[in-house]
């Protein structure tokens, strides 16, 4: 009969340490300069209209044509964030999206081909989505409890910062150099995005996990969030 009592499975826990407030913040505002720097484009595009028409010698439709690739790149990577979501870390889908978003703003300054330069503005809408979904997400869940508000509003100021950001560049650079503008937006994106790569190789080995109200909530970056 004794032998017919199945023993309790015993699950290793694996070691732990706190996660503290400084390590939300920190998080936080990394999270927040991804999504700054990637509208730097933006504000790129909206000081620079009349140089960029004059230099690829584009009508007011061709030129329209920028923003309608964004547009289709946006929606379709709020298709596909969904699906990949479903099998890799949401951490190292926005990593993956972050870095490639950074080698396409390099091909800005290769070719002043019109048609390859609005494919590539498609593709940075691709990459630029995923950061925006996320970075809500991730404030909502993991965002210090009495500031959590206070957090998400921000989000939307650091894009406006980051457009405010790009035409400032324009005005340092000239608008005649407005390509600069994307090398100097690709640069800054990927430093941050190392931050955060280290940062996550680094607790991936630790694991972690952090104690708010009585309720403990495990972050691991092998996790799906």
Same mark, same amino acid.
Not at 4 to 10: G, L, N, R, V
Not at 29 to 34: E, K, M, N, Q, T
Not at 171 to 178: A, D, S, Y
């Given at each position: 009969m004794e032998s017919?009592?199945?023993?309790?499975?015993?699950k290793k826990i694996p070691k732990t340490i706190k996660l503290s407030r400084y390590h939300r913040i920190f998080l936080f505002? %990394? =999270?927040? +300069? /991804?999504e700054s720097i990637m509208n730097v484009s933006s504000g790129i595009f909206s000081s620079a209209t009349k140089e960029i028409k004059r230099q690829l010698n584009l009508s007011d439709t061709k030129f329209g044509s920028f923003g309608t690739s964004n547009s289709i790149g946006r929606v379709i990577s709020s %298709? =596909?964030? +969904? /699906?990949?979501?479903?099998?890799?870390?949401?951490?190292?889908?926005?990593?993956?999206?972050v870095s490639f978003h950074s080698l396409f703003l390099f091909f800005f300054k290769l070719t002043m081909n019109a048609h390859i330069l609005i494919f590539m503005r498609g593709l940075l809408g691709l990459t630029q989505t995923t950061p925006s979904v996320y970075v809500p997400v991730w404030t909502n869940q993991f965002g210090l409890s009495n500031y959590k508000t206070i957090q998400i509003t921000s989000i939307q100021f650091f894009q406006t910062i980051g457009k405010l950001?790009?035409?400032?560049?324009?005005?340092?650079?000239?608008?005649?150099?407005?390509?600069?503008?994307f090398i100097f937006e690709g640069i800054i994106l990927l430093i941050i995005c190392g931050l955060f790569i280290?940062?996550?190789?680094?607790?991936?080995?630790?694991?972690?996990?952090?104690?708010?109200?009585?309720?403990?909530?495990?972050?691991?970056?092998?996790?799906?969030m």
């Open positions: 017919d009592i199945k023993k309790p499975e015993i505002f %990394i =999270l927040v +300069g /991804i %298709i =596909l964030f +969904g /699906i990949i979501n479903q099998k890799v870390s949401r951490k190292w889908t926005v990593i993956l999206f950001f790009g035409q400032l560049i324009n005005l340092v650079i000239g608008l005649e150099n407005w390509k600069d503008g280290i940062y996550n190789l680094i607790m991936s080995k630790t694991g972690e996990k952090f104690e708010e109200k009585n309720k403990i909530i495990e972050f691991k970056m092998d996790a799906n």
